[in-house]
């Protein structure tokens, strides 16, 4: 089996990634540039689905950003950039769903949009109306390990959390999610209701 | 196997779950999950659900269409922005210096450390052993919050704290330290369960 961690993107190696980030930390814009280049994409849609905003989301990532031009000296080699750039996120989105609480059910009309698209959307009001009942911490996790594909540690370091912590998250937030959404334990079910 | 031991077998295998659907884990992991699927079908159904999950997580986080990385605006921004270079420490202790000229009648001083000090042997304003300090620390929780304030105040009996519904702020008096010092302090605050964060946001000095 396939260990697919953070870096399941087209990007350069963590060793890449870090010489970048000693770059930066010498006032080099490119090096900042080319960074912001790699993780805007996974950067936007995760501050996009903890926030349903595209205009929140894009100051999320300009400010994780700028923190890491302003940080980056205190990145500590040996750990990986990804991990530390979702940890600035992790914690930006955090304190910014603290600050405005925000409700995340999208309002789409289902009968009037086209079949092929019907099924994604219906997919995405089924798994939003579940995600967005559960505590941010809860969330936040669930993308961590099924969009990002962060293994138990790199959730605890993204997080700060103890390794147990993350796992009984993961655990107390499926049990949410099954009373929640009855349909999931019954995916035939599923299908029929929406 | 005993029953006991395959109770315990069963939450370790549960708990790991998540990361054999995202196919994180380690060799000997996968070989126990596995082991242990065969003969449990809570943890087959568990399973599924979150198959299920992943695949509309995975779906629906792709679906947003993303804008395109706005990366010359975002250059032009940091100007305004003061870039943090090293040594970072320099400033801070210039801004310190100005704050101390500042509020030096008030008999308590506060200063505030808006940015971190990257030079770890850099003692915060006085070098002099012996001499009390209330250090302000700012902490963020991730899990219970009413649960982790009680875990802190256990852990720091003699610490102020002051709540707020964003983040909390703690007082904690003590001798004066150095700044790698007070990185183990907050390390070790840290690691209390349900606190995700803390912070060294400023010091509060006796002025005589
Ligand atoms: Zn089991």
Redesign the interface.
């Known amino acids: ?5 953070l870096d399941r993107t087209q990007h350069d190696s963590d060793a890449d990634e870090a010489g970048l980030l000693r770059e930066v ?3 080099d ?1 490119d090096a ?2 080319a960074l ?2 790699l993780y ?2 996974p950067l ?2 995760f501050a ?2 903890l926030t349903n905003s ?1 205009g929140t ?2 100051e999320l990532v ?1 400010d994780v ?2 923190a890491v ?3 980056a ?2 990145f500590r080699h040996g750990s990986k950039v990804s991990t530390w750039i979702f940890g600035i996120a992790y ?1 930006q989105c ?2 910014c769903l ?2 405005k609480r925000v409700t995340i059910v999208p309002d789409v009309r289902i009968d009037q949009i086209a079949d092929s698209a019907r099924d ?1 959307i219906e ?2 009001q ?3 109306r579940g ?1 967005a009942e559960l505590p941010d ?1 809860q969330r936040v996790s ?2 961590l ?3 990002l ?4 540690g ?1 959730v605890a370091e993204i ?4 390794e147990a ?1 993350v ?2 998250r ?2 107390h937030a ?1 049990r949410k ?2 009373s929640n959404l009855p349909s ?2 019954d ?1 035939v079910n ?1 299908e029929v209701k929406s | 196997m005993n029953q006991a031991g395959r109770a315990r077998d069963h939450r370790a295998v ?3 779950l ?2 054999y ?5 380690e ?1 000997h992991e ?1 070989q126990s999950v596995e082991a242990h699927l065969q003969h449990c079908a809570d943890c087959r ?2 399973l ?3 198959n ?3 695949g ?9 269409l ?2 395109d ?3 010359d605006a ?2 032009k ?2 100007d305004e ?1 003061q ?4 040594p ?1 420490w320099y400033n801070n202790w210039s801004a310190i210096a100005a704050s101390l000229l500042a509020l030096v009648a008030a008999g308590v001083l506060y200063v505030a450390l808006d ?2 000090i ?1 030079n770890p042997d850099f003692r915060t304003v006085t070098q002099a052993e012996g001499v009390q300090i209330s250090y302000v620390f700012e902490v ?1 929780y ?2 219970d919050v009413e649960q982790s304030r009680r875990a802190l105040a256990e852990t720091l009996p003699g610490a102020m704290l002051m709540q707020s ?3 909390d702020r703690i007082i904690v008096t003590m001798d004066s330290r150095t700044v790698s010092e007070l990185d183990a302090f907050a390390a070790s605050l ?2 209390i ?5 803390v912070a060294l946001v400023g010091v509060q000095l006796p002025v005589d």
């Open positions: 089996m396939t260990n697919r961690r930390v010498e006032g814009r900042l540039a912001y280049r805007h994409t936007f849609r996009f689905r595209y989301a894009e300009n950003m700028l031009w302003k940080n000296h205190q914690r955090m304190s603290r600050r994604a997919d995405s089924w798994i939003e995600l911490e669930m993308l390990v099924f969009y594909g962060c293994s138990y790199e997080t700060g959390c103890k912590t796992k009984t993961m655990f499926r999610l099954r999931l334990a995916p599923r | 549960e708990l790991l998540p990361w659907v995202n196919e994180t884990l060799e996968v159904n568990a599924r659900e979150l299920a999950l992943s509309a997580i995975k779906r629906t986080s792709a679906t947003p993303v804008p990385a706005p990366v975002f250059l921004s940091l922005a870039p943090q270079r090293r970072a940015r971190p990257a963020e991730s899990g519904s964003g983040e840290q690691r369960d349900g606190i995700a964060r």
